[in-house]
């Protein structure tokens, strides 16, 4: 009698949960579901012996904390193409009809959120894992399963017995409203859009939080070795059918026409729509089609993304506040009256520099139009003089530091302004921290922004040198730490005198020296101590270090405090110098590489890795000096117009390695990418 009324209950609350989150037309009451839910979450508790993993009550989430474990995808998740222009959009339909004919095609919203694949096996969900690199994703599956939008078991029963399904989960801005609000009044750093927001919540140690935050998740794509359709339509109106929230904004078009029509009335619609999106995605429908046209080695050549323009708005500049960077850059910021843009609420903007707020003639009180640079960071990009007050005087730029009063300089070809005080100036300080903390730098794992500046407010970190004196008794009574945090981070301190000679360079925050410069550094000089007594004609001669890099390495060694840190960093055991070199081969050597995109079988540190070991140098811009792009997906398209205006070669990650394997040859045909 119990498992049968736990078995009704479940089916209930499945049958209004997708009333609810999927077709958004709800049957019962809140109170009626939540009593229902009460219920079954009783019974579950006093039964535990017919607990189920799909069960609706799992939606709740849990307060256990979890790892996320690397996955491989069965089916890579490669990207799409990218377009911002009607007529690059109408090249590429006649190429296709070149290819296959006329043809349909299905016109879909671009959703702004992060990708995701789900895995069903039997008609019940196995696996969740987001993109991550294409080949590889974390498994977020206890987390997509408070996701009240994705089925647990599929409806109906003629789903393949294995297939995976790919999706956006998105943050719908009334969620990403609330919890920007409850951060607010809780002193938290505010979520910058809903994109990054729904990304932090997917990879949040604990579901119960990922429950509470309100995400949504819309399918768009099948993939499996024997799925029965024949065209992509047809396996969306079947996903829809089998319980998947697939959006119904998307239309069959067969023709450039009905397509530019199609975008037309998206690009003005998207403002009322309830989530985030940017564009629109044309695919080709017919699956045979699809295979006839094929794909290059980073994306499908039958789809394309149409990005929407900058969405752009008008409102009122209040004031302008002064952010210090790390360097000592000096940012203005404008202060807004708050203004809805691209489904957020914006109240600051970038204002770049003198130079930029000069030109714009920018001054409190005016009406400014605001847009997204590429719907994330806002920026000011004019003026409504005719809404200008007539008593309106020009704005002076600060001459001293907002933070420590110093005088501001600027130097010779540099738009910004600067604070010189480094060793006095709070933001400066703590920026530096943050910066030798990083990833690329020392990895100093348990330690963020936020625990930074709680280190610093208690006297405890000063400078970089003071993180090797810190003690565990001495963080575990710090607020959000505790023992076990407390030793992480001092274990992570220490494992980082591990780090090698390059990536400490890097971490010292040198002025201009970027990861790419202090590799060669470090390779050149081969040890800190021979950079710190180099003369400026000794530095130029390591790879791609100018005068302007020369002279700021000068200016950091002639600081005392900084001879100071460094002594302190030496005594704690920090590596100063380079390990000895071994060379895998030189078939690379004399050629010079620039690594740009996303691959599907390394990562571009693994790539450089590859360089620097067959005997070949990376360098970081594209010049007339480079002999080879190794191109992954999303390349800049800036590198890409360069390359072609230098006559640079670009070649594919399967080219790269072939160079590798053959001696440093160049296969004479591009190598095939792997299929969507």
């Keep these: 009698m119990v498992r049968e009324r736990i078995e009704e209950l479940r089916r209930q609350l499945e049958f209004h949960n997708h009333k609810y989150y999927v077709e958004n037309a709800p049957a019962i009451s809140d109170f009626e579901f939540d009593r229902l839910m009460r219920e079954l979450q009783e019974l579950e508790a006093a039964h535990p012996e017919f607990a189920d993993p799909d069960s609706p009550s799992v939606r709740v989430g849990s307060d256990i904390t979890s790892e996320f474990r690397t996955v491989r995808h069965r089916y890579p998740m490669l990207s799409l193409g990218n377009t911002y222009s009607l007529g690059e959009l109408h090249e590429f339909l006649e190429r296709i009809e070149r290819e296959a004919g006329p043809v349909e095609y299905v016109c879909e919203l671009k959703f702004d959120g992060t990708a995701i694949s789900l895995t069903y096996e039997n008609g019940r969900l196995l696996r969740a894992v987001t993109r991550g690199d294409g080949v590889e994703g974390d498994d977020v599956t206890a987390n997509i399963r408070t996701v009240r939008s994705v089925p647990l078991r599929l409806r109906g029963g003629d789903w393949p017995k294995f297939f995976e399904i790919r999706g956006e989960v998105l943050m719908p801005y009334a969620s990403f409203d609330k919890i920007n609000a409850e951060r607010e009044a809780a002193g938290e750093p505010l979520f910058a859009n809903p994109r990054n927001a729904a990304a932090g919540t997917l990879k949040q140690q604990q579901s119960a939080v990922v429950a509470r935050r309100g995400l949504d998740c819309t399918l768009y794509q099948l993939s499996g070795d024997d799925l029965p359709f024949q065209t992509h339509w047809q396996s969306l109106q079947k996903a829809r059918e089998w319980g998947f929230k697939v959006s119904d904004c998307a239309r069959i078009c067969r023709s450039a026409a009905e397509v530019d029509a199609f975008i037309a009335h998206w690009d003005a619609a998207r403002r009322e729509l309830p989530f985030p999106t940017d564009g629109v995605v044309i695919k080709v429908n017919s699956f045979a089609e699809r295979r006839k046209i094929g794909f ?253 890099i020369a002279d700021a390495i000068l200016d950091y060694f002639a600081d005392a405090d900084n001879l100071r840190i460094i002594g302190r960093l030496r005594d704690a055991g920090v590596q100063f110098a380079a390990e000895e070199r071994v060379l895998a081969s030189e078939v690379l050597a004399g ?86």
């Excluded at 003639?361 to 990009?381: A, C, S």
């Excluded at 981070?489 to 494992?495: D, K, L, M």
């Excluded at 790419?516 to 530095?539: C, I, N, P």
């Excluded at 006559?647 to 594919?652: C, D, E, L, N």
């Design 296 to 548: 290059t080695a980073k994306a499908p050549k039958w789809a394309v993304a149409y990005k929407f323009k900058a969405e752009q708005a008008l409102t009122r500049l209040l004031s302008v506040d002064f952010q210090v960077g790390r360097t000592g850059a000096v940012t203005p910021v404008a202060n807004l009256e708050p203004v809805r843009l691209a489904g957020t609420s914006v109240r600051r903007a970038t204002l770049h520099n003198a130079e930029q707020m000069a030109l714009l003639d920018i001054r409190p009180g005016d009406m400014v139009y605001v847009e997204k640079g590429g719907e994330i960071i806002p920026k000011i990009t004019g003026v409504e003089l005719s809404e200008r007050p007539a008593d309106s005087r020009p704005f002076k730029y600060i001459e001293v530091c907002p933070v420590c009063s110093t005088p501001l300089v600027r130097y010779e070809g540099e738009a910004k302004h600067y604070c010189p005080n480094q060793s006095g100036c709070r933001p400066q300080i703590i920026g530096r921290i943050i910066h030798f903390i990083r990833r690329k730098a020392m990895d100093i794992d348990g330690l963020g922004e936020e625990t930074v500046e709680l280190l610093f407010h208690n006297g405890l970190v000063r400078d970089i040198s003071d993180l090797y004196d810190l003690r565990a008794e001495q963080l575990a009574p710090l607020p959000r730490l505790g023992e076990k945090s407390a030793e992480n981070i001092v274990r992570s301190v220490q494992a980082s005198l591990g780090v090698p000679f390059h990536r400490v360079l890097f971490g010292l925050g040198i002025r201009f020296v970027g990861e790419t410069t202090a590799k060669y550094l470090a390779d050149h000089f081969r040890s800190l101590d021979a950079v710190m007594h180099a003369s400026r004609e000794e530095l130029v001669e390591a790879d791609e270090v100018g005068g302007k």
């Design 591 to 676: 050629k010079s590489f620039v690594i740009s995109g996303r691959f599907a079988d390394h990562s571009r540190d693994e790539l450089k890795a590859l360089i620097e070991a067959h005997g070949g140098r990376n360098l970081a811009a594209v010049s007339a000096s480079v002999d080879f792009i190794v191109a992954g997906e999303n390349m800049g398209p800036a590198k890409l117009k360069k390359a072609e205006k230098l006559g640079v070669r670009i070649i594919s990650e399967q080219e790269f390695i072939a160079m590798i394997q053959g001696g440093g040859a160049v296969p004479a045909v591009p190598a095939q990418g792997e299929l969507f």
